[in-house]
T-cell receptor
């Protein structure tokens, strides 16, 4: 069955450092991979989408890589700030039906 | 960006009663809406996909007679939890999408916390 694993449940880093979150998947050939941010008690907010034929995508302090050979995506936040503290979810989608399958998320805490 | 609202944000009900949750896209027409359920520190579990004017497509293991979904217009979808029981207590989140492909952005609502006593 399809499985998505996000590297760790929690990640703590110091302000200013780069946070790196991992999303691994098995038994899946996604056409697209998305990253979302979710704050406690709130719905997820879309951050970035990367297609299977794209290696890397950037948006401001965010960078996402997608390695279909390793079946892995890395999500980087550079110059991290306490306001970046949240749970980050990766989601995979195929080309049909348009449904996304979500990972359990990694809770990032950036300490000042 | 696009805004999706949910109402109510929080509801407490007695076991055996039915609860209706509304999901509205405020500034765009949502061809497709999704309903998710989320347990603490867990992933979003897709319950069903609804397209305006047609019956919802439920995921395996989701009882369609218990979780009634109606997508009567391009801006409104409702989820009714019928004869709710304590095990139905959860965080329910909807999302709305303007297009029909997986690259079209899903905009999520703020969620509804349901507690069944």
């Amino acid at each position: 069955s399809q499985k998505i694993e996000q590297n760790s449940e929690a990640l703590n880093i110091q302000e200013g450092k780069t946070a790196t979150l991992t999303c691994n998947y098995t038994n899946y050939s996604p056409a697209y991979l998305q990253w979302y941010r979710q704050d406690p008690g709130r719905g997820p907010v879309f951050l970035l989408l990367i297609r299977e034929n794209e290696k890397e995508k950037r948006k401001e302090r965010l960078k996402v890589t997608f390695d279909t050979t390793l079946k892995q995506s890395l999500f980087h936040i550079t110059a991290s700030q306490p306001a970046d503290s949240a749970t980050y979810l990766c989601a995979l989608a195929g080309t049909n039906a348009g449904k996304s399958t979500f990972g359990d998320g990694t809770t990032l805490t950036v300490k000042p | 960006g696009a805004v999706v609202s949910q109402h109510p944000s929080r509801v407490i009900c007695k076991s055996g009663t039915s609860v209706k949750i509304e999901c509205r896209s405020l500034d765009f027409q949502a061809t497709t809406m999704f309903w998710y359920r989320q347990f603490p520190k867990k992933s979003l579990m897709l319950m069903a996909t609804s397209n305006e004017g047609s019956k919802a497509t439920y995921e395996q293991g989701v009882e369609k007679d218990k979780f009634l979904i109606n997508h009567a217009s391009l801006t409104l979808s409702t989820l009714t939890v019928t004869s709710a029981h304590p095990e139905d207590s959860s965080f329910y989140i909807c999302s709305a999408r303007e297009g029909t492909t997986s690259t079209d952005t899903q905009y999520f609502g703020p969620g509804t916390r349901l507690t069944v006593l």
